[in-house]
């Protein structure tokens, strides 16, 4: 079954850098379109980031455009997201997806402190 396992979250000062990474089986992983997703509590989980599967196309929500990267490896059935200048409206729970196919991770928490 599809299954991704989200890691890399963990407490951070502003200003600071985390690097999250999904590792993925199941599927064809090269084959779909990734996505990252936050959602911080009594919030809706957002949209943050996306890459195709081919080409390697990028697409980030405005909240994170120039400061977050996301980027694959299909050898490693891997997703990451790189994360550079946190604050604490990073604060949240931080999930990959396989849009396509409907699977989520369980997530992995990420603190940014003041």
């Known amino acids: 079954q599809v299954q991704l396992v989200e890691s890399g979250g963990d407490l951070v000062q502003t200003g600071g850098s985390l690097r999250l990474s999904c590792a993925a089986s199941?599927?064809?992983?090269?084959?779909?379109?990734m996505s990252w997703y936050r959602q911080a509590p009594g919030n809706d989980r957002d949209f943050l980031a996306s890459?195709?599967?081919?080409?390697?196309?990028?697409k980030y929500a405005d909240s994170v455009k120039g400061r977050f990267t996301i980027s694959r490896d299909n050898a490693k059935n891997t997703v990451y997201l790189q994360m550079n200048s946190l604050n604490s409206d990073d604060t949240a729970v931080y999930y990959c997806?396989?849009?396509?196919?409907?699977?989520w991770g369980q997530g992995t928490q990420v603190t940014v402190s003041s």
């Open positions: 997806t396989v849009p396509y196919l409907g699977a």
């Open positions: 890459i195709t599967s081919i080409n390697l196309r990028t």
């Open positions: 199941g599927f064809a992983f090269r084959m779909y379109t």
